[in-house]
């Protein structure tokens, strides 16, 4: 279990506050005044990402040209604080910037503000907006707790203030975890939100609505604005002021189901001969421009999957299994060397299996192992994620997974656990080879969850060749229920300091747990 640090939550009363209004000047001690008129503001919050036992990263964005800087402290006091000078933000990063804060001390409590100046005249400053985090232990004893989810603002259901907006991220913030681990579909690109839609018993779900959500996502601005939609809303801002992030992508980001090489388009929504890799590197421009993340960098051909170091107890390993795969089809290829990871990633991935000496090994995938999630097309069965629905011998993607499990098998990789979103309901599958038609690998656990605010839908079907046995699922018998009616949900992963145990739970919108596993350190499989 995590430590719980005296004064986080009044430190967030104070970003809250800030975030809000940002029109009430605020002493700093020896920094300039404030909040005056025609300063630079940050209404948009601040969000920290990437945090490691010494370093973190810290994101804004401004309403004009400004320069960040960054001020750190052991207090929500901020005496004797750290100062961190990070870039000049302009209309080349739509305003935003990150700054990379190293050297700080590990398994503490990190206070922050970020403070915009006039570039101009740096002693013009914006009212500062707080946040916090917690550095990652390098002791063992002082456990660890995280959570994931996905899928945000999908199906054309968006920030409805009627219902608490995005009411999740409040129900997550109050369990004070170490980082919240999103798992895809930050945003849907391809989505239009409406001013209402319909509920099935008459009423209206009503949205809070935007520009750049009245028509699908094509330019670098259209994106940006799908990413500004999401931090309209207060209940995610608060949560970003006081929760760091781990974030992947997957297809809603750029378009759904979308696959590198295709093309598409007749002229509405999308302009005939779209091509979709064009799309993908303006999507994942403006995912580098409003997330804290550290491998993206702003290139264009920024790499996403990265793993994550949280102290003895816990490596991630963040997935992208969109980048690099192949075509969607069938899925059926006797022999298939690209796969969904690609050859390099998934060398990668076996390398740093191996070299993970943590307790607990996540692989944070985007996709599910054993569900069947199908993107017919034109009469075509295809497939979208790995499992096509035969139970027999690995076929097409499946190909690529069995050589994964078969090593982690035979290197003895301890500690493996699944994470995933993207099919809209929250289950628990175990994976034994007994059950299998392929055999050669260990047990193992794949735990879903989500939708964090999305149209949710019947659970998906089982394919058996790894031998899944769903022991546990909630998710609708309609499609695209709304989240006025329930059925969105997160997943809170538990590690205890003392035995290494680690407890997933499951979890409903408003923090009700609904299914619990508890699982044993040092095994091979459970």
């Not at 999308?270 to 799309?279: I, R």
Request: aromatic share 10%; charged share 20%; hydrophobic share 35%.
């Amino acid at each position: 279990m995590s430590l719980s640090f005296p004064g986080r939550r009044s430190v967030l009363r104070g970003s809250l506050a800030a975030s809000a209004a940002l029109t009430l000047p605020t002493a700093l001690g020896a920094a300039p005044a404030f909040a005056l008129s025609g300063r630079p503001r940050a209404d948009w919050g601040v969000q920290a990402g990437d945090v490691t036992a010494d370093s973190g990263l810290v994101w804004v964005r401004s309403d004009r040209p400004a320069r960040m800087i960054v001020e750190t402290s052991a207090t929500e006091s901020f005496r004797n604080p750290r100062r961190w000078r990070g870039p000049l933000l302009g209309a080349d990063s739509d305003f935003t910037g990150t700054t990379r804060l190293h050297g700080l001390p590990a398994g503490e409590q990190i206070h922050y503000r970020v403070l915009l100046a006039d570039p101009d005249d740096p002693r013009r400053t914006g009212q500062p907006v707080t946040g916090t985090f917690r550095t990652a232990s390098t002791r063992r004893r002082q456990g660890v707790k995280f959570l994931w989810s996905g899928d945000l603002a999908g199906q054309g259901w968006g920030i409805n203030e009627s219902m608490g907006g995005y009411r999740i991220f409040d129900a997550m913030a109050k369990l004070d975890p170490d980082f919240f681990l999103c798992s895809g579909d930050n945003i849907y690109a391809d989505g239009v939100i409406s001013a209402t839609q319909a509920l099935p018993d008459g009423s209206l779900y009503r949205n809070v609505t935007s520009e750049a959500k009245s028509h699908v996502a094509v330019t670098l601005d259209d994106f940006r604005g799908n990413f500004r939609y999401n931090l309209l809303d207060e209940a995610l801002r608060r949560f970003n002021a006081q929760v760091p992030n781990v974030i992947q992508w997957d297809d809603h980001e750029v378009r759904n189901n979308w696959y590198p090489g295709e093309v598409i388009g007749t002229g509405t929504p999308y302009p005939a001969g779209t091509s979709l890799d064009d799309m993908a590197v303006r999507s994942r421009r403006a995912f580098s421009e409003y997330f804290p993340i550290s491998t993206v960098s702003g290139r264009p051909d920024g790499r996403i999957y990265r793993v994550h170091h949280h102290g003895p107890l816990l490596d991630v390993f963040v997935l992208d299994m969109r980048t690099y795969r192949n075509a969607n089809s069938p899925d059926d290829q006797r022999t298939d060397p690209q796969g969904i990871l690609g050859a390099e990633q998934l060398e990668w991935l076996k390398r740093e299996l191996s070299r993970s000496r943590a307790v607990w090994k996540v692989i944070a995938a985007d996709m599910p192992l054993g569900l069947v999630v199908p993107d017919p097309v034109e009469g075509q069965a295809n497939i979208e994620a790995v499992a096509q629905g035969d139970p027999g011998a690995p076929l097409g993607r499946e190909l690529q997974i069995a050589e994964l499990l078969r090593y982690i098998k035979h290197r003895r990789i301890t500690g493996t656990v699944w994470l995933t979103a993207d099919v809209h309901h929250t289950s628990a599958q175990h994976y034994d080879p007994s059950r299998a038609a392929f055999k050669d690998f260990a047990p193992f656990w794949e735990f879903v969850s989500g939708p964090l605010n999305a149209g949710a839908f019947p659970a998906s079907a089982l394919d058996g060749t790894f031998g899944p046995d769903r022991v546990f699922v909630k998710a609708p018998t309609a499609s695209n229920v709304s989240p006025a009616e329930g059925y969105q949900f997160f997943g809170e992963v538990d590690i205890d300091g003392h035995s290494g145990e680690l407890t997933v739970r499951l979890r409903e919108y408003d923090g009700t747990v609904l299914f619990t596993r508890t699982l044993q350190p040092g095994r091979v499989g459970q």
